[in-house]
């Protein structure tokens, strides 16, 4: 009698396979989901870094040309079509984003919170520290 040369895998070395697959899945979605947090809020500070470069050179070019900084103008949607709102674009390629508060030590950016998707960060010159909301 001649023996049978089965091929394949059976039933039920399928299922363990699927198993270890689905505790390893288990096991590592958590800790991916906190990579992508921490990404976006680095991303985040990053962006609002550039505003608040941004907003500082345009807050020293108007104390230069006028010797006070309107600190109302600076209140801006950065997809908005206002002058400011245009020159914040480029100088801090952003192309989305709100100022929501900014205020002034003297002629330095002293706080600025920029909100995007849904969250903010808020920059201190005080403690130098970009804080997440």
Not at 10 to 30: G, H, N, S
Not at 98 to 103: D, H, K, L, M, R
Request: glycine letters at 8%.
């Amino acid at each position: 009698m001649k023996k049978q040369n089965n091929r394949g895998f059976t039933l039920v070395e399928i299922i363990v396979v699927l198993v270890i697959l689905a505790i390893l899945a288990a096991l590592l979605v958590p800790s991916l989901t906190g990579y992508i947090d921490r990404a976006g809020s680095q991303a985040l500070i990053a962006e609002t870094r550039l505003v608040v470069m941004a907003v500082q050179t345009l807050a020293s070019e108007s104390y230069a040309a006028t010797g006070r900084v309107d600190t109302d103008r600076f209140r801006v949607s950065l997809s908005g079509d206002t002058a400011t709102a245009v020159e914040l674009r480029r100088l801090s390629e952003q192309d989305t984003g709100e100022v929501t508060a900014v205020t002034f030590n003297g002629t330095a950016v002293a706080t600025l919170t920029l909100a995007k998707g849904g969250r903010s960060c808020t920059y201190s010159s005080e403690t130098g520290i970009y804080s997440i909301h």
